[in-house]
């Protein structure tokens, strides 16, 4: 079992930045392929980035590529979101999540999932 916690929320301005966190717990950290997705109302949960196990190897969805920056400090079993150049559509809630397999975007190939955090974008 993994427990994940996501912290680092709030309101922002548009052009703004927030970085979220997501601290891990239970398991190896580092046995895990970590995950942001986010999920606005009324909208499915979508993809936002993954990391490899080392955090050598990232991908994203083409909605935030160059402002989203997913990044993993194994030693402290946290896995973070700097999110810079916020749009309102950004507006969502925000989960991390860990998985066995890398380079997977559908929620379903996720294995443990936080919480969630919500980031609220102002125009």
């Known amino acids: 079992q993994v427990h994940l916690v996501e912290s680092g929320g709030g309101l922002v301005q548009a052009g703004g930045s927030l970085r979220l966190s997501c601290a891990a717990s239970g398991r190896t950290f580092s046995n895990y392929v970590m995950g942001w997705f986010r999920q606005a109302p009324g909208k499915e949960r979508e993809f936002i980035a993954g990391?490899?196990?080392?955090?050598?190897?990232?991908y994203y969805a083409d909605s935030v590529k160059g402002r989203f920056t997913i990044s993993r400090d194994n030693a402290k079993n946290t896995v973070y979101l700097q999110m810079n150049s916020l749009k309102p559509e950004d507006t969502a809630v925000y989960y991390c999540a860990a998985s066995s397999v890398f380079g997977v975007r559908a929620g379903h190939e996720y294995d443990y999932w936080g919480q969630g955090t919500q980031v609220t974008v102002s125009s």
């Open positions: 990391i490899s196990w080392t955090g050598s190897s990232t």
